[in-house]
């Protein structure tokens, strides 16, 4: 079949707010440095009153809407499908979206949009606090013809905070499965590895085609101390796997092949955002049928200027992208 789509996205859709932050801050408030941490709305007025004379950004956010914004602004055709509320934050995270080129596929529900404070350190390090909204609970409304005309359908742990989000994963797993559609499926971040190991493991082995993990939920997942081990355990689950490096770039393994990519040198200021830059970048490659080690170059070019901006995305054409290939 002539897939109509590159990529078809779902997960939870929220309001990022960035805010820079110090260690001390972090260790005053006893939050985990570089972690995701499920807040309630004590916890989240409490922290955005801590912070109020601290500068600040809002914008449209969540990993999988990231990663679907940035290939759509590389020039990739993508969808979007999640839960919003019917509130001021869900018409803004709807209107970004679009403006940006995503086919959006939303379900409106009553409450709020969730939303993330996510807390920028002076090593441009993030630490995420997540709200998730009441919407969350909602079922998932999965429009198979999306994901049966996409090439790749791309999910995140973060999507298995609740049994409806689980749900509408394995489902639309399944319907990928049968369809000849490929799955490629981010770890999030180490606290949902350490919460879904056992079913991350089960779904990893039966659906996933291409997997990204950055260095510590790879040796947490595969319980080994180094990224190369890591590497070797993860890749007898799935096709391709990818143990993204930071600064020290990138590696992945495909059969018996060991691919390294190299890192662009960039003026990091914020984290926010490279992991999902980075996924975008590859699985453009991958959809425009680019070798491995192409389309592993695009994702480290492209992940490389985000970090440099403050915000999980920042805009970059193809003709960039050419440039260094």
Avoid: W
């Amino acid at each position: 079949m002539n897939k109509k789509y590159d990529v078809c996205g779902i997960g939870t859709p929220m309001i990022d707010i960035i805010i820079n932050s110090e260690d001390c801050n972090l260790d005053e408030l006893k939050i985990s440095k570089g972690v995701t941490c499920l807040i309630d709305e004590k916890k989240s007025s409490f922290l955005m009153d801590y912070f109020k004379d601290r500068k600040s950004k809002m914008s449209s956010g969540g990993d999988c809407p990231n990663t679907m914004i940035n290939i759509a602004s590389l020039g990739g055709k993508v969808v979007y499908s999640g839960n919003i509320g019917m509130d001021e934050h869900g018409k803004i995270f709807e209107s970004e979206l679009r403006k940006k080129g995503v086919i959006c596929d939303l379900s409106k529900n009553r409450g709020e949009t969730s939303k993330c404070i996510i807390l920028v350190t002076p090593d441009s390090e993030r630490s995420m606090n997540l709200l998730l909204s009441k919407c969350e609970n909602n079922r998932f409304k999965i429009n198979k013809n999306y994901i049966i005309k996409s090439k790749y359908l791309y999910v995140t742990g973060h999507m298995f905070d609740h049994k409806h989000q689980i749900d509408a994963v394995l489902m639309s797993m399944k319907i990928a499965r049968k369809n000849n559609v490929r799955v490629a499926f981010d770890l999030g971040d180490p606290n949902s590895v350490n919460s879904n190991k056992r079913l991350f493991y089960k779904i990893i082995k039966r659906y996933v085609n291409v997997l990204f993990a950055n260095e510590e939920e790879a040796k947490i997942f595969a319980n080994e101390p180094s990224y190369f081990k890591s590497l070797k355990k993860i890749s007898k689950l799935v096709d391709v796997a990818v143990v993204k490096l930071g600064s020290k770039g990138s590696i992945m393994k495909y059969k018996n092949k060991i691919i390294r990519i190299s890192p662009f040198k960039a003026e990091a200021v914020d984290s926010t955002g490279a992991g999902d830059m980075y996924a975008a970048g590859f699985l453009y490659g991958l959809c425009r049928k680019y070798s491995l080690e192409k389309s592993g170059k695009i994702a480290s070019y492209v992940s490389s200027k985000v970090v440099e901006e403050y915000g999980a995305r920042v805009d970059i054409s193809i003709d960039d992208v050419q440039k260094i290939l």
